[in-house]
């Protein structure tokens, strides 16, 4: 089963169950005024539509395309989406990509033309997954005024919030109901507990190591290579990891059970970051100004890795071919290249001269949905159009249409008038 199809079953399980309490449900409809869910959620829109209150959607995941294209359906974006593999091996060194060269390399033709393939198979294949079609059916089909699932989808699709920033990606065109109002957990370091400012301070530099709690699914000798190669480091490690401990721990490594990562990357002895790329941990990191080291394990950490690998802010390492040398290589082309430490503050900076937090400005959306009906009259008539009319096929087809008919015209014409010169010369010539 599918990474997809697993969450779709689990979602579904949970929907029922809560659609189901019937309890629970009648408390609801008389307390609450908004539902705030998941984009990918598929009870959002069920239950909403029963509780008879607008939602508002929030995107967790950053552009992971091409689900969230898919999502929001944004044809006009097409253009700028990335989905290009990350290259693990070798990162370019010494040059911005977002320096002088202002054409990124996903416009070229061969990617455009992967993108384009590939949103159109994704469409075919997450719109089934997405859409509440069972969910609808059995709980809200009798009382609803929409047609059908899909027409509930999109027709109640209001706000959608961006837990991200163009800091970390390309610019791009986004439609008036989607805000992109920052990465929302990074925040300004707080005071640390007295043994972990005491490691902190004693050590001037210190390695942060943290996989979430996703290593200890993965066998041992992944986990006891990264901790040779971490051994072979000229410098403090301070290691997050709450599963059985590895074979061999070096002197220079300290294992605890919990930290508080975000006040840790906000210390100033932390200069490098060892992250399987979860999206809150790579945005926090990139957020205090600490280079990254990503060795992505599933799902949205290949993102991280390719923004890691092009926007040059770290290193990428491959668990599939992962070796102790490299861990410990890695680590030392971090703290001696100065390129990674330069990228990551410019992002950093822009990230911190918001006006408002991220908190406050989805707050402040929240709110506005509140007051105008989930802020549908933001939502784009695009999504009402067939399948064909907003991707303009129609138009093209037309346009095409009437191309063909303008040359063949002109091919008949320039056809007549040569057959009648042709004639005309043969009787001047029987004439002569």
């Known amino acids: 089963m599918s990474l997809l199809s697993m969450s779709r079953k689990m979602s579904e399980t949970f929907c029922r169950d809560l659609l189901l309490n019937k309890k629970l449900m009648a408390e609801l409809k008389g307390s609450v005024d908004l539902v705030l869910c998941d984009i990918s959620n598929l009870c959002c829109t069920v239950l909403s539509e029963l509780l008879e209150v607008p939602h508002v959607s929030v995107i967790t995941v950053a552009f992971m395309e091409p689900l969230i294209t898919c999502i929001i359906e944004m044809p006009e974006i097409l253009l700028h989406m990335n989905i290009q593999p990350v290259k693990i091996a070798g990162n370019a060194v010494g040059k911005d990509p977002w320096g002088k060269d202002r054409q990124p390399e996903h416009l070229s033709f061969a990617n455009r033309l992967k993108n384009t393939v590939s949103y159109f198979f994704a469409h075919m294949i997450l719109t089934g997954e997405l859409i509440p079609t069972k969910l609808w059916d059995d709980h809200a089909k009798s009382i609803s005024k929409y047609a059908s699932a899909y027409e509930s989808f999109w027709k109640r699709f209001g706000l959608v919030l961006?837990?991200?920033?163009?800091?970390?990606?390309?610019?791009?065109?986004?439609?008036?109901?989607?805000?992109?109002?920052?990465?929302?957990l990074p925040e300004p370091a707080?005071?640390?507990?007295?043994?972990?400012e005491k490691f902190m301070s004693v050590n001037k530099k210190v390695v942060l190591v943290s996989f979430g709690t996703v290593l200890s699914q993965y066998n041992k000798e992944l986990l006891n290579t990264l901790s040779v190669g971490l051994s072979k480091v000229p410098l403090q490690v301070l290691w997050k990891h709450s599963g059985a401990p590895p074979t061999v721990v070096g002197n220079n490594t300290k294992i605890v059970q919990w930290m508080p990562q975000n006040d840790i990357l906000g210390h100033k002895s932390t200069v490098v970051f060892l992250t399987h790329g979860g999206l809150n941990s790579f945005q926090e990191s990139v957020y205090h100004g600490v280079p990254v080291i990503v060795m992505p394990l599933f799902g949205d950490q290949h993102w991280s890795a390719s923004v890691c690998a092009k926007k040059q802010l770290g290193v990428v390492l491959d668990k599939a071919n992962l070796e102790s040398q490299k861990v410990s290589e890695a680590v030392m082309e971090v703290l001696k290249n100065s390129i990674y430490k330069e990228n990551v503050m410019m992002i950093s900076k822009r990230l911190k001269r918001r006006k408002r937090t991220p908190a406050q400005e989805g707050a402040d959306w929240i709110e506005y949905a509140l007051e105008n009906d989930g802020a549908l009259h933001l939502r784009s008539p695009a999504g009402d159009l067939a399948f064909y009319q907003r991707y303009m096929l129609d138009v093209f087809l037309f346009i095409s249409l009437i191309e063909f008919l303008l040359v063949y015209l002109i091919m008949k014409v320039l056809k007549c008038i040569f057959c009648r010169v042709t004639e005309q010369r043969k009787d001047k010539k029987k004439l002569l």
């Open 190 to 196: 707080k005071n640390l507990s007295v043994e972990l």
């Open 162 to 184: 961006v837990s991200h920033d163009f800091a970390f990606t390309y610019p791009q065109p986004l439609y008036a109901n989607v805000k992109m109002i920052g990465p929302v």
